[in-house]
């Protein structure tokens, strides 16, 4: 592939790069450790930004995704510590001086910075953060161990590879080339590692922000929830993630008489639970596109083939925009779901022997709402469908909280896109609108212009891995996510 804008220049010890009037000594001794001579531009090798050949540092950097991967930090319990501790030992190496923060018993999130000036200056500062938990293993329908990072075929496989410990490594890879870079920073650069992003609660990032804002008060932040989606072994489109829709929890409670079940009642709880979940689950709730979301399918629209491309284009025509929503949205799972709120029922409980009608029966509602759109209307809407006097929907606590979209305007944003279309040339950069949930929202609702990347090509297969089996990252993605961040870096926080 060809890419515009970009030297292939080798870093060697001899050869001090004269970069913009800043001259960087890179830390040869490192830079040169396996360091292998360019060789254009085949997919997975390097091409040189601002800070120079990142190949020997994506070397050091799978070291570190996979020591991070060898250390369990499964949710519950966490047991971050013990990862952010290890972090801490890689970032003294480098002599950065990082800060535990203590969340709860073994559950520890870490800061450290790279200052700009001796005064910290939050109205500009930018935040790399990333998540040191993982989500659980169903052990046996894995074919290596989760926690092994095992090498094979090219893949790196564990739990995390690519959510989220891949990122935590190609973040901490980036925030270490610019202090070995010695670069002249036009910002701070806060490197965060949070916890319990998978599970919320005391240890989460609404807590973290809470007691600890002062040492991450930041701008600007990048984060997971984009991604770089490779189909046919190329990158189409990098899609950069600037707002996330709404999670909310809802308990379906029915009630009824208990009794002998050889007497069946017409109030029986679990025939009436039954019957609003059928009717909930079967709810298409109507349609509409956000501004980002609109945004998204105009960039899209071109790589569909000619078809689906007609019906993206057509989704808000005044004469065939309902029909388009139906196609759209059967075509692709993700697509309907990125136009409207969703509602997953996820569990069901009731009953305690075969012979008792009980006096209750439980289901759990996962709704996903767009930003802007509300529960209670929603609620107001599901009570209506269901319509039953013995069925009441309850909102469980610790809901998501709808956050301000992060500005497409911003010289983040823009620098976002030009290290991208460096990085993976001629795929577009399209906003994104995440039907999943991250640590942005909070950020966002503190001022933060937070942008979801996963910098990491990767083809839909290995997206779907994520909490799922055989999580795996390619080690060529791993280093071309390694040598993004690394470009985006160079090109927004050093001084030019
Ligand atoms: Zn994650």
Redesign the pocket.
């Given at each position: 592939m060809k890419r515009k804008g970009s030297v292939t220049v080798l870093v060697t010890c001899a050869s001090l790069i004269i970069w913009f009037g800043t001259m960087l000594a890179a830390n040869c001794g490192a830079q040169l450790a396996g360091s292998v001579p360019a060789i254009g531009n085949q997919p997975g090798v390097q091409t040189t930004g601002p800070l120079g050949d990142t190949s020997a540092l994506a070397r050091e950097a799978t070291t570190w995704l996979s020591d991070l991967i060898k250390i369990n930090t499964n949710n519950p319990p966490g047991n971050e510590e013990a990862a952010a501790k290890y972090i801490a030992g890689v970032l003294q190496k480098e002599g950065i001086t990082a800060e535990l923060l203590p969340m709860t018993p073994g559950r520890s999130a870490l800061v450290a910075r790279l200052k700009s000036s001796a005064f910290a200056d939050p109205s500009k500062a930018l935040l790399l953060v990333a998540?040191l938990d993982v989500v659980g293993v169903e052990r046996e329908k894995w074919t290596v161990d989760p926690f092994g990072a095992v090498p094979k075929d090219g893949y790196i496989y564990g739990r995390g590879a690519v959510?989220?410990k891949g990122m935590l490594a190609a973040n901490l890879a980036s925030f270490i080339a610019l202090k070995r870079a010695n670069a002249r920073l036009n910002r701070d650069v806060i490197f965060l590692a949070t916890d319990s992003?998978?599970g919320g609660g005391d240890a989460g990032i609404r807590m973290l922000i809470a007691k600890y804002w002062d040492k991450i008060a930041a701008k600007y932040a990048i984060n997971?929830g984009g991604n770089v989606y490779v189909k046919n072994g190329k990158p189409q489109y990098v899609a950069v993630q600037a707002s996330e829709k709404v999670a909310v929890s809802v308990n379906v409670i029915a009630k009824g008489t208990a009794g002998h079940a050889s007497i069946p009642l017409k109030d029986n709880p679990v025939t009436h639970l039954a019957a609003a979940v059928e009717k909930i689950g079967s709810y298409t709730a109507p349609a509409h596109l956000t501004t980002i979301v609109r945004r998204y399918f105009e960039g899209i629209a071109p790589l569909q083939d000619d078809e689906v491309g007609k019906w993206v284009r057509s989704l808000e025509t005044s004469d065939r925009g309902e029909h388009a929503v139906r196609v759209i949205s059967d075509a692709n799972p993700m697509w309907n779901a990125m136009m409207r709120d969703t509602i997953s029922p996820t569990m069901l409980s009731a009953g305690v022997r075969a012979n008792v009608i009980p006096s209750e029966a439980r289901a759990v509602l996962n709704i996903r709402l767009l930003p802007g759109d509300t529960i209670t209307a929603l609620l107001t809407d599901l009570n209506k469908l269901v319509q039953d006097p013995q069925v009441k929907l309850e909102i469980q606590p610790d809901a998501g909280l709808a956050a301000p979209d992060s500005s497409l305007e911003s010289e983040f944003y823009a620098a976002i896109s030009k290290a991208a279309a460096e990085e993976f040339a001629g795929a577009p950069v399209l906003p994104y609108q995440s039907t999943w949930a991250?640590d942005s929202a909070q950020l966002r609702l503190h001022n933060v212009q937070s942008y979801g990347l996963v910098p990491f090509p990767l083809t839909e297969e290995d997206i779907k891995r994520?909490h799922g089996d055989d999580e795996r990252i390619p080690a060529a993605a791993f280093a071309k996510g390694v040598d993004y961040l690394v470009r985006l870096l160079g090109e927004f926080a050093a001084s030019h």
């Amino acid at each position: 592939m060809k890419r515009k804008g970009s030297v292939t220049v080798l870093v060697t010890c001899a050869s001090l790069i004269i970069w913009f009037g800043t001259m960087l000594a890179a830390n040869c001794g490192a830079q040169l450790a396996g360091s292998v001579p360019a060789i254009g531009n085949q997919p997975g090798v390097q091409t040189t930004g601002p800070l120079g050949d990142t190949s020997a540092l994506a070397r050091e950097a799978t070291t570190w995704l996979s020591d991070l991967i060898k250390i369990n930090t499964n949710n519950p319990p966490g047991n971050e510590e013990a990862a952010a501790k290890y972090i801490a030992g890689v970032l003294q190496k480098e002599g950065i001086t990082a800060e535990l923060l203590p969340m709860t018993p073994g559950r520890s999130a870490l800061v450290a910075r790279l200052k700009s000036s001796a005064f910290a200056d939050p109205s500009k500062a930018l935040l790399l953060v990333a998540h040191l938990d993982v989500v659980g293993v169903e052990r046996e329908k894995w074919t290596v161990d989760p926690f092994g990072a095992v090498p094979k075929d090219g893949y790196i496989y564990g739990r995390g590879a690519v959510d989220d410990k891949g990122m935590l490594a190609a973040n901490l890879a980036s925030f270490i080339a610019l202090k070995r870079a010695n670069a002249r920073l036009n910002r701070d650069v806060i490197f965060l590692a949070t916890d319990s992003e998978e599970g919320g609660g005391d240890a989460g990032i609404r807590m973290l922000i809470a007691k600890y804002w002062d040492k991450i008060a930041a701008k600007y932040a990048i984060n997971e929830g984009g991604n770089v989606y490779v189909k046919n072994g190329k990158p189409q489109y990098v899609a950069v993630q600037a707002s996330e829709k709404v999670a909310v929890s809802v308990n379906v409670i029915a009630k009824g008489t208990a009794g002998h079940a050889s007497i069946p009642l017409k109030d029986n709880p679990v025939t009436h639970l039954a019957a609003a979940v059928e009717k909930i689950g079967s709810y298409t709730a109507p349609a509409h596109l956000t501004t980002i979301v609109r945004r998204y399918f105009e960039g899209i629209a071109p790589l569909q083939d000619d078809e689906v491309g007609k019906w993206v284009r057509s989704l808000e025509t005044s004469d065939r925009g309902e029909h388009a929503v139906r196609v759209i949205s059967d075509a692709n799972p993700m697509w309907n779901a990125m136009m409207r709120d969703t509602i997953s029922p996820t569990m069901l409980s009731a009953g305690v022997r075969a012979n008792v009608i009980p006096s209750e029966a439980r289901a759990v509602l996962n709704i996903r709402l767009l930003p802007g759109d509300t529960i209670t209307a929603l609620l107001t809407d599901l009570n209506k469908l269901v319509q039953d006097p013995q069925v009441k929907l309850e909102i469980q606590p610790d809901a998501g909280l709808a956050a301000p979209d992060s500005s497409l305007e911003s010289e983040f944003y823009a620098a976002i896109s030009k290290a991208a279309a460096e990085e993976f040339a001629g795929a577009p950069v399209l906003p994104y609108q995440s039907t999943w949930a991250t640590d942005s929202a909070q950020l966002r609702l503190h001022n933060v212009q937070s942008y979801g990347l996963v910098p990491f090509p990767l083809t839909e297969e290995d997206i779907k891995r994520m909490h799922g089996d055989d999580e795996r990252i390619p080690a060529a993605a791993f280093a071309k996510g390694v040598d993004y961040l690394v470009r985006l870096l160079g090109e927004f926080a050093a001084s030019h």
